[in-house]
């Protein structure tokens, strides 16, 4: 992108803040809602002990957010609005963090509608200007996208030490910041190359879905029908792929592979199937009590004719695994 492209994008966006400038500012010298007066009497106690522990009810507002707020407080006054311009401040801040990431994941165009969306929002820039976290949740998020962009893009140790920092930082002033935790990990496998089944099949169904309810879009180099075959290209470095663990515990165990849990969990269901018309052995019994102690066991009816003509199964034992 040339530019005089680049220099226009930061007009647009110097243009739409400072336009919604006197929204944001237009309450900071209004009254304190009830809820942001209990914040406020814990900003203002006596002692630092005290705001962190207000007696009287459960503290949730995160102990940056307090920290920093009672120092602005001792620098402007105790006002209305040196409560209210930490919030404020963050929620400005976040804008030009928030369209640096968005422009690193999906291009120019789309960051200036995405972040041309969170400037004029209003429950954004009501929210903002009250004396709670909100403000501060916006620039956290968009601080971590940030990072965690940038890390994807060039995992050195400078970018990782980075990255760490602001997640042992960021929750202290946003106690939403863990969930970005998950974000992290869907880009980061997403933008991994990835071996995986042989599309139709159950278990790669699964995991398309896995990544489509996160928003990730895999970058899938090789598809396979063999597990053995894809466990023999993750070992030589090739990729990495989505496995059920039982199939990769020899592995792991021997350091040949190593695995992880996804976050969230990936599960697939299950089913166990009989005929009809055959008696239950005490070893099919006893094998079916063992999938029903899995848990998560239902029984679903089933009707019709067996290939061989006899009858179907009894019932379909599904369990989540």
């Not at 120092?71 to 640096?100: D, M, N, Y």
């Amino acid at each position: 992108m040339s530019g005089t492209l680049w220099t226009g994008e930061l007009l647009v966006y110097a243009v739409l803040i400072v336009a919604s400038l006197p929204a944001r500012l237009s309450a900071m010298r209004a009254s304190l809602w009830l809820d942001e007066a209990w914040v406020a009497n814990s900003i203002l106690s006596p002692s630092w002990k005290e705001m962190f522990y207000y007696p009287r009810w459960l503290q949730p507002t995160p102990a940056l957010f307090l920290a920093l707020t009672r120092l602005l407080t001792k620098v402007l006054g105790p006002s209305e609005a040196a409560l209210r311009f930490l919030p404020v401040l963050a929620a400005v801040a976040a804008i030009p963090v928030l369209a640096i990431a968005l422009r690193k994941l999906f291009g120019p165009a789309a960051a200036l509608c995405g972040t041309s969306l969170v400037i004029v929002n209003f429950w954004a820039v009501k929210y903002a200007q009250q004396v709670k976290q909100f403000g501060a949740d916006v620039f956290a998020s968009a601080l971590l996208v940030f990072l965690i962009t940038r890390y994807c893009d060039r995992p050195d140790r400078r970018n990782f030490t980075l990255l760490v920092a602001g997640f042992v930082v960021m929750p202290f002033l946003s106690t939403t910041a863990f969930l970005l935790l998950t974000a992290y990990y869907l880009l980061k496998t997403a933008r991994e190359p990835l071996i995986l089944y042989e599309r139709g099949g159950t278990i790669r169904r699964v995991i398309d879905g896995w990544f489509r309810r996160g928003g990730a879009r895999p970058h899938v180099v090789m598809e396979l029908g063999n597990e053995e075959a894809i466990k023999k290209l993750v070992g030589a470095g090739l990729g990495i792929s989505v496995s059920p663990a039982m199939a990769v515990r020899d592995e792991v165990r021997s350091g040949a592979l190593s695995s992880r849990p996804l976050a969230p969990p990936l599960v697939r269901r299950l089913g166990l199937v009989r005929r009809r018309d055959k008696p239950e052995t005490p070893a099919l019994s006893m094998f079916r009590s063992a999938v029903e102690s899995l848990g998560g066991v239902s029984e679903n009816r089933a009707r019709g004719r067996s290939p061989a003509g006899g009858a179907a199964g009894r019932g379909a034992r599904r369990a989540r695994t």
